[in-house]
């Protein structure tokens, strides 16, 4: 602990680098998987294409994918874009199968009564499909939130990986108290993401508190 | 016979589902339980196969306290028909017929020979044995479940709401179906509905539960439609609403038929002529015993 | 993309495949952790999910473990308990195993409890003894979500066998490892072609199964039919009903 107290500057500075680079992946995942979402819950031909695309990109070892990211994207390999597009594809991956049951799960009644209702096909999707698939949407984000969080820390291994570098500092220098704070202040991250989470769906969600516990 | 002595059910979560239920339900007879939801009748039949215990009576069958006997024993002598027919989507229909014999160890060729013939009784054609549950329709689904119900030729037939859940012209042939099977075979089967026609129809015995499993009337139908015992019993069976007081309307058919209307101004059918003969010039049915009921069905 | 033709090409010469270490030797190694890991968390795993799917008890446990292990940084947690077991074989698959055991045995469960509670129940009134309700109806009509449990979890044990690769002496995360240290940019390439095929070979496979054990008569994804009266227990999220959204290292 007396390490912790020496050396807080920086781990709050790692836990901001390493908010950050999760963050953006979550968003981008998130934002994403909404079009990808809607478009493969509405042709089939397209939900098989994605989900095998998307499923092969899951599938590879996330190391493997730090290490080649530079090369496919033309960065060096210190630059922060590799670990955040690799990082995104993940998390599109991960919240494509929620996103397809998420519009999935929209009872066709409900659309149907919206377009005799008189919504036209974009203003149906914002007010009526989007906000229905929303519970879905949200326990699928917060997975994928705890989940990129997590991720990171992996990319210590190329140098970007937030508090990922207590891990091998840490197991450099034999001091396994350092690791421990570095899995502490992760999972606290992972904890702060998801109470925020928590807190925009009961915002945006209200009436999905009512229907019960989603997990 | 099945009897039950101050049978009580309470549920772990406090609901009390029957609350000292006794009754005697006679062999070779079909016995309706009907109510609404909430009314314990599924939980009543549910205790014969000891899919539920009591919590508190007795449960006999033929003389012999079921708690005594061990219920995976007991459920394969009895049969059991449910709603939605509960069939095992993974295996063929024949397979699901022979389920219960192949358990009890009979051989599979017996058994598919068997299955086979069950087939026909229900009604069902031979073609569709190798096909799966899913490739079926609700109605052919429900005469697999019955089918699998006799196949080890039990004495006792519990049914749940088997036709709940199938359309009415189906519905109707499946209960047509019932009536001759018990014609040819003569089970015990205690019967849950919902539906007070069907219980009407199907049973010698009729039971009206309220919650908690009241027995609020029993008797035959035609003592429970001449006297309805109660306000609950007069709601339950359409009494109040005129459904089963009918009257001869001034409308005529052929002949000397008149159109039967109900007090409520409902067409319900067309009476003969007073002389008390049908057009087919037989005499009127006989009245309702037990064993000719069933004749019934096949009269004009 | 020069890189990524020398790393062909290194892989490519038989000369990398002989030789301790070799290519040959180095894959050995990584199927030997994964192999070995995901078999002992079956022995662990799979009693244990069938239980709590076919008794529902214990359902949050399941659930409060599944968050656990996806919130747990598996490189941290590696790295520490190497630092207090020392370097060797079996401290990596204890670590391997505590983490192939979550989504395996979120699979086993959800695959049990999403079997429709009407034949289950249908199959207890006939008289099948429970042990003849879980060998004839729930499992096999679980076993595509069991095995998409398997699936996740020896994606996890693989890609951590890859990072492992920083403490262990074995396995293909070596080229990776030595290929940063040195910078030798083409041999981490070499490891990442490799370590990305093995993971896609077995994956394919698995999924290959996945899809042979699809009980006849009834269609991908339903376990139930249409009409879903007295459901025993709420909905599994899909979250852990498709267990590949488990995060992988």
Not at chain 2, 56 to 76: F, K, N
Not at chain 2, 174 to 187: D, H, N, P, T
């Amino acid at each position: 602990m007396v390490w912790l107290w020496n050396n807080l500057g920086l781990v709050l500075g790692l836990a901001a680098e390493h908010a950050r680079l999760s963050a953006i992946p979550i968003l981008v995942g998130f934002a994403a998987s909404i079009p990808l979402g809607w478009v493969a819950s509405r042709f089939a031909w397209l939900r098989g294409l994605l989900l095998t695309v998307f499923g092969i990109v899951f599938t590879i070892p996330s190391l493997a994918l730090f290490v080649v990211m530079p090369l496919l994207l033309g960065t060096r390999i210190l630059d922060d874009l590799n670990v955040i597009v690799a990082l995104s594809l993940y998390a599109i991956a991960m919240m494509l199968r929620g996103a397809i049951d998420g519009f999935g799960s929209v009872s066709p009644d409900v659309l149907q009564s919206a377009t005799a209702v008189g919504f036209a096909a974009a203003s149906r999707f914002w007010t009526v499909q989007l906000p229905l698939a929303g519970p879905v949407l949200l326990a699928n984000l917060r997975v994928v939130s705890v989940s990129t969080v997590s991720l990171l820390s992996v990319a210590a291994l190329i140098g970007k990986g937030g508090l990922g570098y207590l891990f091998t500092n840490g197991y450099q220098r034999a001091f396994p108290e350092e690791i421990v704070i570095g899995i502490v202040f992760t999972l606290l991250i992972a904890a702060v993401f998801d109470i925020v989470l928590v807190l925009l769906g009961r915002l945006l969600l209200p009436w999905s508190r009512r229907a019960g516990r989603a997990a | 016979m099945i009897e039950f002595r101050s049978v009580s059910k309470r549920f772990p979560d406090g609901t009390l589902a029957v609350d000292d239920f006794s009754l005697q339900i006679p062999a070779r007879q079909v016995t309706v339980l009907v109510g609404s939801s909430g009314s314990g009748k599924t939980t009543l039949l549910r205790m014969i196969n000891r899919m539920v215990d009591p919590t508190s009576g007795t449960i006999e069958i033929d003389g012999h306290d079921i708690a005594g006997v061990e219920p995976v024993r007991l459920r394969r002598s009895i049969g059991y028909v449910m709603q939605n027919s509960g069939l095992l989507p993974h295996r063929r229909v024949i397979d699901n017929i022979a389920t219960v014999p192949r358990l009890t160890g009979v051989p599979r060729p017996v058994a598919h020979q068997r299955a086979r013939e069950l087939m026909d009784t229900v009604g069902l054609d031979r073609s569709l044995a190798e096909r799966y549950p899913g490739q079926l329709s609700g109605g052919q689904q429900q005469r697999v479940g019955v089918a699998r119900g006799l196949a080890v030729d039990p004495n006792i037939l519990l049914m749940d709401e088997p036709f709940g859940a199938v359309d009415p012209i189906v519905r109707s042939d499946l209960q047509q179906e019932v009536l001759r099977l018990q014609r040819e075979l003569a089970k015990t089967i205690v019967f849950v509905t919902h539906d007070i026609d069907e219980a009407f129809l199907l049973g010698d015995r009729v039971v009206i539960l309220e919650s908690g499993g009241h027995i609020v009337q029993q008797g035959t139908p035609e003592e429970i439609l001449a006297a309805p015992v109660n306000d609950f019993v007069a709601s339950f069976i359409g009494s109040d609403r005129g459904k089963r007081r009918l009257i001869a309307s001034e409308r005529r058919g052929r002949g000397d038929d008149r159109v039967l209307i109900d007090a409520g101004g409902y067409p319900v059918g067309v009476i003969s002529a007073p002389g008390g003969k049908l057009a087919s010039g037989s005499a009127s049915p006989r009245s309702r015993s037990i064993s000719n009921k069933t004749d019934q069905a096949g009269d004009a | 993309m020069n890189f990524f033709a020398d790393a062909f090409a290194y892989i490519l010469d038989p000369a990398h495949w002989a030789g301790d270490p070799g290519i040959a030797q180095r894959i050995a190694d990584h199927l030997l952790y994964t192999g070995l890991s995901v078999g002992i968390a079956i022995l662990i795993a799979v009693p244990l999910g069938l239980l709590i799917g076919h008794t529902g008890r214990g359902r949050s446990f399941v659930i409060g473990l599944t968050s656990a292990a996806r919130a747990l940084p598996t490189f941290g947690f590696l790295l520490f308990i190497v630092l207090l077991a020392g370097l060797g074989l079996a401290p990596l698959i204890a670590v391997l195993v505590v983490l192939a055991v979550p989504p395996l045995l979120a699979g086993v469960y959800a695959g049990i409890e999403a079997v429709d509670r009407q034949p289950v129940d249908a199959a207890r009134a006939l008289g099948m003894s429970e042990w003849q309700i879980l060998g004839r109806v729930e499992i096999p009509l679980g076993l595509p979500l069991m095995l998409g449990g398997l699936r996740s979890a020896t994606l996890q044990v693989i890609a951590t066998a890859t990072v492992a690769g920083y403490v262990a002496q074995g396995g293909l995360g070596r080229y990776l490892i030595e290929g940063l240290a040195r910078r030798d940019y083409t041999l981490a390439v070499v490891g990442a072609v490799l370590v990305a095929a093995l993971a896609l070979a077995i994956d394919g496979l698995l999924a290959v199964a996945q899809k042979l054990v699809q009980p006849r008569g009834v269609s991908r994804g339903r376990a139930r039919p249409a009409s879903t009266r007295e459901r025993r227990s709420s909905r599994v999220p899909a979250i852990i009903r498709t267990p590949t959204t488990e995060g992988n290292l």
